[in-house]
Nanobody, 129 residues
Framework: QVQLVESGGGLAQAGVSLRLSCEAS????????MAWFRQAPGQEREYVAS???????????RYADSVKGRFTISRDNAKNTMYLQMNSLKPADTAVYYC???????????????????WGQGTQVTVSS
């Protein structure tokens, strides 16, 4: 069983930065493909970014077009933790952000909600104009 706990959300003004963290349980964290999704009020949950690790310094990442160039996903396997650095925040980034994991290593990173087996409880990010 994998447990995921997000932290780091909050209220921010447009243009500033926030960093989200997701701490995972499990001894094989390094093999998980990890992802961030978000869900705004009245909207479906949408893919934000994902990351996997194949060993050494080789990481694979993927981003939604809406965050490419502004958000950076990373992971620290020694700490069982994934991060989402969010820069140049916009009001449209307001959502509950969820951490997700699949135990399948992949370099192509699926973007569907059903492709991920484990989910955190979510952390609220609110960006004011």
């Amino acid at each position: 069983q994998v447990q995921l706990v997000e932290s780091g959300g909050g209220l921010a003004q447009a243009g500033v930065s926030l960093r989200l963290s997701c701490e995972a349980s499990g001894r094989t964290f390094s093999y998980y493909t990890m992802a961030w999704f978000r869900q705004a009020p009245g909207q479906e949950r949408e893919y934000v970014a994902s990351i996997s690790w194949s060993g050494g310094s080789t990481y694979y990442t993927r981003y939604a077009d809406s965050v490419k160039g502004r958000f950076t996903i990373s992971r620290d396997n020694a700490k069982n933790t994934m991060y989402l650095q969010m820069n140049s925040l916009k009001p449209a980034d307001t959502a509950v952000y969820y951490c997700a994991a699949t135990l399948k290593f992949t370099t192509t990173h699926p973007m569907g909600v059903t492709d991920y087996n484990y989910w955190g409880q979510g952390t609220q990010v609110t960006v004011s104009s």
